[in-house]
């Protein structure tokens, strides 16, 4: 005689399993799996859309590199009057991704013609480079740091005395 799911010590989920295989399918998988699969869906959908757009790679690359005139602007927003150099280099960015090169070629072939200055933002390679984006979160730490010791030693402060008029 076949043990009665509602006895103890009994898995009940295995039995009905094993008397009816047919429920053994992705509807009886749990939550958690199907949120995880949606997730990764969204996530695979949303990171390849507009990927080989050529509109959104040279928005993309024109705000990665600075216009070199000395505005201090990223590429694609110079706009000061008369910018001798932005419309050269935007016209250089639209033939590079119209030959097809990808986005790291072309941002190579900016910095040996116009040198690392015209990145916006330092690459993650070299000493140099780390310590560009190091030292502002370690100076941003040290100033809360230093506040912080400044309320400490204001709150440590005993209570200034009160004169007597009499």
């Known amino acids: 005689m076949p043990p009665f799911p509602w006895e103890p010590g009994i898995n009940v989920t295995a039995t009905v399993m094993k008397m009816n295989p047919s429920m053994n399918s992705s509807r009886t998988r749990s939550p958690l799996a199907r949120v995880l699969r949606v997730g990764l869906l969204c996530t ?9 757009d050529p509109a959104s790679r040279f928005t993309e690359l024109g705000h990665q590199l600075m216009c070199i005139c000395g505005c ?3 590429l694609l927003e110079c706009n000061h009057v008369g910018c001798p150099d932005s419309d050269g280099m ?12 990808s986005d790291s ?6 910095v040996q013609k116009y040198g690392p200055t015209v990145l916006a933002a ?8 780390r310590t ?4 502002p979160f370690v100076a941003l730490l040290l100033g809360f740091v230093a506040v912080a010791a400044v ?3 204001w709150r440590s402060r005993p209570a ?3 004169a007597d008029d009499c």
């Open 105 to 110: 070629l072309v941002e190579q072939a900016f």
């Open 151 to 153: 309320v400490r030693a």
């Open 160 to 162: 200034p005395a009160i």
């Open 90 to 101: 935007r016209n250089e960015l639209m033939a590079g991704l119209t030959r097809g090169d």
């Open 122 to 129: 330092p690459p993650t390679t070299g000493f140099v480079n």
């Open 72 to 74: 201090h602007q990223i």
């Open 44 to 52: 695979a959908v949303f990171s390849l859309m507009g990927a080989g």
């Open 132 to 135: 560009a984006w190091i030292v």
